[in-house]
């Protein structure tokens, strides 16, 4: 099953000269020339400032939501390592950090989906760690 959205459903042509003739569009002079209007480009439109605006929130969220969670990492790795918990509870709660401050690096840097992905990474480590408590 194809589903080529490209193919040709016009009849054929086998006269030469009808084909040309379909090929060209006639020009149409009565227009006037639109020469003396001044351009527009020189403005940028309100759909690049929206594009900007919204990248540059999604660098702060990722940055700082890295941060945050690395900082609550380390933390709980801190409290974990005072009681009596398997080794593996706080250095899951380390290594989670770990990545989530990797996620807060590339975050700030504009690497927002690989950003995310690290975050839900070292969210679920951090997770694991507390199974083990």
């Known amino acids: 099953m194809s589903g080529r959205a490209d193919s040709d459903t016009d009849p054929e042509i ?3 000269g009808a084909a040309a003739a379909q090929d060209t569009e006639p020009i149409d002079t ?9 351009d527009d480009t020189d403005e940028p439109e309100d759909g690049a400032d929206d594009a900007a605006e919204g990248a540059r929130r999604a660098r702060w969220t990722a940055a700082g939501t890295g941060t945050v969670l690395a900082l609550a990492g380390l933390a709980a790795a801190l409290l974990r ?3 009596s918990a398997p080794a593996l509870v706080p250095a899951a709660y380390a290594g989670g950090a770990a990545v989530c401050a990797g ?9 927002t989906r690989r950003a995310l992905w690290l975050l839900i990474a070292g969210a679920m480590v951090m997770a694991l760690g507390d199974q083990f408590d």
């Open 14 to 16: 086998t006269d030469p």
């Open 30 to 38: 009565d227009e006037p020339d639109d020469t003396n209007e001044p």
């Open 81 to 83: 390592l005072t009681r």
């Open 103 to 111: 996620a807060a690096v590339l975050g700030s840097r504009g690497r």
